[in-house]
């Protein structure tokens, strides 16, 4: 597919760096890449295609900007840390480009200015748009410089009767200029303030500020896949360490006799209390924590620990947080990683605590970039 064929804007946004190659391609790259970090450690099976190429992510972030009399919407352009105007994203859904396009002409009619970062002017930090695309429900975040929102009450009148299908949207307030995106204090401006997806058959609540996957249909299927791997057969004591909002661990839950999930941001572990307490489930105990000192802590009062999932951020795991793992000594290790350069230093690292990789399996959960998730499966030998 030729790049102007999927997105016009391709050659000023640099959000898409594959746009260039055809989709067999890019799946052939990305699987070389896991060959290449992982290859050497144990078998890499053939990549699981996404099975949306377009309009797959369930998180679009836009920015505004003046033009002219227009304000217009963009995508942030981290490279050069501007915006490129845009009046659809192609891996964004129809429903996002069409909200986007809206509130432009709200915040005109509104007279609510853009923040220009070379004046250093303006109210409007940026816009996420969250799709709950099982429920479809849908959440609008406007990302204001402080919490002062001129006329909040009628904007929201407004964005309700232009966007009826907006389930709830909120503000947030930030006051740092470099971090566009990130938004505290949130206020309710209609709705509950959150949207409700469904994954792996299980209830899902996403907040404003909610890690969650962003290829939900991929993400099935990984999740799948590791639970696959791990092997449970209902009687294991399962670690979720790094899990976030407990999307892996809730899944794992139905599958094993007790989940015991560790994440270090508490508003994270606030949410998975709350997914877990939606599902009825009762199986898992969330704590907040560093999970080098959380598995240091279990290893010391001599917990038993028979599958262990890692979901770590790019950077991987810590050194410290490994050692800890080893001592609490898991039968089998699952570990989901965005990053398999970091994975493959990871698993060496465990390959010198006796774990003995199986097999690794890609998943393409972000067509036309250059990022690719794998699972790896570890046995303890």
Known sequence: ????????????????????????????????????????LCRVEAITPSPKTAGYRNKAQFVYKRDGKRIVAGVYKSTTRTSVAVDSCAVCSDRANETAQILAKLFLSFKIQPYDPYTGRGWLRSVVLREAFATGEMMAVIIGADSIFP?????????QKACPYLTTAVCAVNSDPKKLF???QTHVLFGDGYITDVLCGERFIISPSSFYQINRDQTERLYSAAIELAGLSGTETVLDAYCGVGTIGIVASRHAKEVLAVELNPAAIRDAKRNAALNGIENIRFTAADSRLYAKALAADGAHIDVAFIDPPRAGCTA???????????????YISCNPETQGRDIRILSGFGYKPQICRPFDMFPFTKHVESIVSLIKE
């Open 182 to 184: 990130n938004g505290r």
């Open 1 to 40: 597919m030729p790049m102007n064929d999927f997105c016009q804007y391709a050659k000023k946004c640099s959000a898409c760096q594959l746009c260039n190659l055809a989709y067999p391609e890019q799946l052939r790259l990305k699987e070389n890449i896991c060959r290449r970090h992982i290859g050497g």
């Open 320 to 334: 410290g947080f490994l050692n800890a793992l080893s001592k609490l000594a898991p039968e089998k290790i699952v």
């Open 151 to 159: 006329a909040k009450k009628t904007f929201a009148s407004a964005l």
